[in-house]
């Protein structure tokens, strides 16, 4: 019997209207002739509701309530599914209706289909990546973008109908089309960026999302982003990553996007989603203190700053944000120290210059680094392929 990946809800309940209601939404990976009944871990949800629409699976058109979703609060965030292109299209910033998501999981599989047709049936991992590769960098495959400006370039369904995306989007589908190959391929994060590494028979291979594949080894990601030696012994940076975790990193750009937008409560909640998902998350505390300072809640924006200097010692903006906040508490001292400590770190650093002469002028505005999200300059790739070895 065939197998395929759909979305099917069911357990209809009647409301006062007589309308059928779903209680959970769930992507499963069952027979078509199947029927799953799932029940709301959560409770009833009134927020979920059906209608009726069909669904080609296989050869067969079934017809199922398709249902159009109202995601939970933010602050308690629901279980998710494994497949971390599901779980994605799950937590858009504007929910999707399930048809919709449907139809993007089933473009994923046709996709991945397309490319295992291309390959002998004992193509070693090393060939699937080939394949992969040229499939997801060639004319038709997906662009770089670098624009994180606005809540739409967030989504991961943008990414599969505009075919590009940045490194955060692209990560997300780049895994799931590597899993649905059978290969083993994880997201790695450095502290503004995301890449890809794939497991094969001779070792690991790092792929560069914004460089058309291009492979870059892990001590130039860690050189030129001044990762301490103890950020990577704590799993802060360059460890593969969970899909849980992945999420987290997308539900962190949601929040970057959002805050700008001075959608700051939606924001905040997705930040704290976030780092409930991945704790490590260094990004999120950082950009979450600079939410945190601009609402003006110091004292909160501090504490954020340091939990991310804790895992990220030699960030240099993150210690010339809390002078800033620290500065405007009124601990001059505290915010002297974090001030010349970004200077140590970043010699180079104007803003810590500056904030350093303001900081006895009560009439004078810091300067603040802004937010920041995974996604370097297509400048700043260049030269790492350069970078002599120090």
């Known amino acids: 019997m065939s197998r395929t990946s759909f979305i099917l809800l069911l357990r209809p309940s009647l409301q006062e209207k007589n309308e059928p209601r779903l ?7 069952v027979p078509v002739t199947s029927v799953i009944s799932a029940a709301d871990p959560h409770g009833s949800d009134p927020a979920i509701y059906s209608r009726r629409a069909p669904i080609i699976l296989s050869s067969a058109r079934v017809w199922f309530p398709l249902a159009c979703v109202r995601h939970p609060p933010a602050s308690h965030p629901a279980e998710l599914p494994a497949d971390v292109l599901a779980a994605a299209l799950l937590t858009e910033p504007s929910p999707l209706p399930a048809e919709a998501i449907a139809r993007h999981l089933a473009q994923m599989d046709a996709e991945a289909a397309e490319i295992r047709g291309r390959l002998d049936s004992v193509a070693s991992p090393g060939q699937v990546l080939a394949a992969l590769n040229r499939h997801f960098f060639g004319p038709d495959g997906f662009a770089a973008l670098q624009d994180l400006t606005t809540v739409e370039n967030t989504s991961v369904a943008a990414v599969l109908d505009n075919r590009r995306g940045t490194c955060m989007g692209l990560a997300i589908v780049y895994v799931a089309m590597a899993e649905r190959l059978g290969l083993s391929a994880h997201a790695v994060p450095t502290p503004v960026h995301l890449f890809i590494r794939v497991q094969l028979d001779d070792g690991p291979r790092n792929v ?37 975790e992945v999420i987290a990193h997308l539900l962190s750009n949601q929040a970057i996007a959002l805050s700008r937008e001075n959608r ?81 770190l970043q010699p180079e650093m104007k803003e810590a210059e500056e904030n350093l002469r303001k900081l006895d002028d009560e009439t004078s505005q810091f300067s603040l680094e802004p937010k920041r999200s995974p996604k370097p300059t297509f400048s700043q790739l260049e030269s790492w392929a350069v970078t002599p070895t120090t």
């Not at 209680?23 to 990976?29: N, S």
């Not at 001590?219 to 301490?228: E, G, K, L, M, Q």
């Open 208 to 244: 560069e999302l914004l460089e058309e594949g291009r492979e870059i080894p892990d001590d130039i990601y860690r050189r030129r982003n001044r990762i301490a030696d103890s950020s990577i012994e704590r799993g802060v940076f360059l460890r593969d990553l969970t899909n849980e």
């Open 264 to 344: 700051l409560d939606e924001a905040l909640a997705r930040y704290d989603r976030a780092l409930e998902m991945a704790p490590l998350l260094v990004v999120a505390l950082y950009n979450r203190g600079i939410d945190l300072m601009n609402a003006g809640r110091l004292e909160e924006a501090v504490e954020s700053f340091d939990s991310a200097i804790d895992l990220h010692p030699n960030d240099a903006q993150a210690h010339n944000n809390r002078g800033i906040a620290k500065a405007r508490l009124g601990d001059v001292d505290g915010a002297r120290a974090d001030f010349q400590q970004a200077l140590e």
């Open 23 to 29: 209680q959970h939404l769930t992507i499963c990976h």
